[in-house]
């Protein structure tokens, strides 16, 4: 069974600029989740999509937007980038829900400059 | 409110025991243990619900103390292959999502 795929893996931006990351969850897996990693914060939970509705938000500015398509992929997009916002983001894959077993993807590694 | 992670670090020779604690200052609902090698994903361990229950895989192990709001981590005679960070994530009744403390880095010494 393949796991959960996330493209790109490596990403440079400019101040200002807008992104858009993109993840293939475990064949099956109906939800989505996406975290952002930082040596500082650790990780932190954005969003949850299942069956291609937000079902958890996590408190993140409004310029983390997401959303999910009917065959369970889903795209995180981040305007207005921040320098801040530099992180690995990462997207977890599950039958049931954030708050069961969650499958992580390799994550895209966003360069803010 | 992120739960506290302790020790933030720890170094064992192989064979050796390791416990990882994780507190938070809500009451929890469930408590979530993942391992996170350097430059990879991190990867599930196991799931503690309220209630106390104390859960095993292979010589890793875990419980949670309702009443201390706290989960404890539990790696016995450990290996060079469980080198890595653990990070519990906890949830609470109407949270939002997962909500993780910052990591134990633990490394295993030949």
């Known amino acids: 069974k393949a796991g959960v795929t996330q493209t790109p893996r490596y990403l440079i931006k400019t101040r200002g600029q807008q992104v858009t990351l993109s993840c293939s969850p475990i064949?099956?897996?109906?939800?989505v989740s996406w975290y952002q990693q930082t040596p500082g914060q650790g990780l932190q939970f954005l969003f949850e999509y299942f069956s291609e509705t937000q079902r958890n938000k996590g408190n993140f500015p409004g310029r983390f937007s997401g959303r999910q398509f009917s065959n369970s992929r889903s795209e995180m997009n981040v305007s207005t980038l921040e320098l801040g916002d530099s992180a690995l983001y990462l997207c977890?894959?599950?039958?049931?829900?954030?708050?069961?077993?969650?499958?992580f993807g390799p994550g895209t590694r966003l360069t803010v400059t | 409110q992120q739960p506290v992670q302790s020790p933030q670090a720890v170094i064992l020779r192989e064979g050796e025991d390791a416990v990882i604690n994780c507190s938070s200052s809500?009451?929890?609902?469930?408590v979530h243990w993942y391992r996170q090698k350097h430059g990879e994903a991190p990867v599930f361990l196991m799931i503690l619900l309220k209630g106390g229950e104390q859960k095993g895989h292979e010589k890793i192990s875990a419980s949670f103390n309702e009443k201390k709001q706290q989960s404890s981590l539990y790696l016995t005679a450990s290996q060079l292959s469980y080198s890595g960070t653990y990070f519990c994530g906890t949830s609470w009744q109407g949270a939002d999502g997962l909500t993780f403390g910052k990591g134990t880095h633990l490394i295993i010494q030949p």
């Open positions: 977890a894959s599950s039958l049931a829900g954030s708050f069961s077993e969650q499958y």
């Open positions: 064949s099956g897996h109906r939800s």
């Open positions: 809500k009451a929890l609902y469930s």
